[in-house]
């Protein structure tokens, strides 16, 4: 598996963001407009939103097989191109680390947000965004081979059914 290094280039101010991805730069160009389009906040999620995904341009910068190397080139790229915030979109210095959760902050967010619904509104934006995407091949057969084999309890094959039987108006 090999990961590129990317940056992605604001056409007018000259403004970059530099990340790592495995799933290759066009992928994640998606995800990163699809974020933005969903309203997920971030220096890059928000000039995406403010400016439109075609006053962007993406380049790819260097490919490597190993993650330690990409996440140091990303560092590197971050700090010679000027990407950190305000020079740039990176909020961050690079690299994969990030932050660890807790399992005590992960059970805070989990209790936080018991109960809560999306809006209709948000709901369908989420839609919309989805709707008509073009999923990897390989993406589904590795999905489907998690499944295979999977064995479902009962209450979960009775609820399958249950729903099925819904949706075909069978019952209510």
């Given at each position: 598996m090999s990961w590129d290094i990317y940056v992605i280039t604001h056409i007018a101010t000259g403004m970059k963001y530099v990340g790592i991805s495995r799933v290759g730069m066009g992928r994640r160009?998606?995800?990163?407009?699809?974020?933005?389009?969903?309203?997920?906040?971030?220096?890059?999620?928000?000039?995406?939103?403010?400016?439109?995904?075609?006053?962007?341009?993406?380049?790819?910068?260097?490919?490597?097989?190993?993650?330690?190397?990409?996440?140091?080139?990303?560092?590197?790229?971050?700090?010679?191109?000027?990407?950190?915030?305000?020079?740039?979109?990176?909020?961050?210095?690079?690299?994969?680390?990030?932050?660890?959760?807790?399992?005590?902050?992960?059970?805070?967010?989990?209790?936080?947000?018991?109960?809560?619904?999306?809006?209709?509104?948000?709901?369908?934006?989420r839609g919309d965004a989805l709707r008509g995407r073009k999923r990897d091949p390989d993406m589904i057969e590795r999905s489907a081979a998690k499944r295979r084999g999977a064995k479902r309890s009962m209450e979960f094959r009775e609820a399958c059914r249950l729903r099925a039987l819904r949706q075909h108006g069978r019952i209510q």
């Amino acid at each position: 598996m090999s990961w590129d290094i990317y940056v992605i280039t604001h056409i007018a101010t000259g403004m970059k963001y530099v990340g790592i991805s495995r799933v290759g730069m066009g992928r994640r160009w998606q995800g990163h407009a699809s974020r933005a389009r969903i309203g997920v906040p971030g220096l890059l999620y928000d000039a995406i939103r403010a400016f439109g995904e075609e006053a962007f341009t993406l380049q790819k910068l260097r490919t490597t097989i190993c993650r330690e190397k990409a996440e140091m080139l990303e560092r590197r790229y971050i700090v010679d191109l000027n990407c950190i915030y305000p020079g740039g979109f990176n909020s961050r210095e690079g690299g994969l680390g990030g932050f660890t959760i807790t399992e005590t902050t992960r059970k805070k967010l989990r209790d936080s947000h018991l109960g809560q619904h999306q809006s209709q509104e948000t709901r369908s934006r989420r839609g919309d965004a989805l709707r008509g995407r073009k999923r990897d091949p390989d993406m589904i057969e590795r999905s489907a081979a998690k499944r295979r084999g999977a064995k479902r309890s009962m209450e979960f094959r009775e609820a399958c059914r249950l729903r099925a039987l819904r949706q075909h108006g069978r019952i209510q």
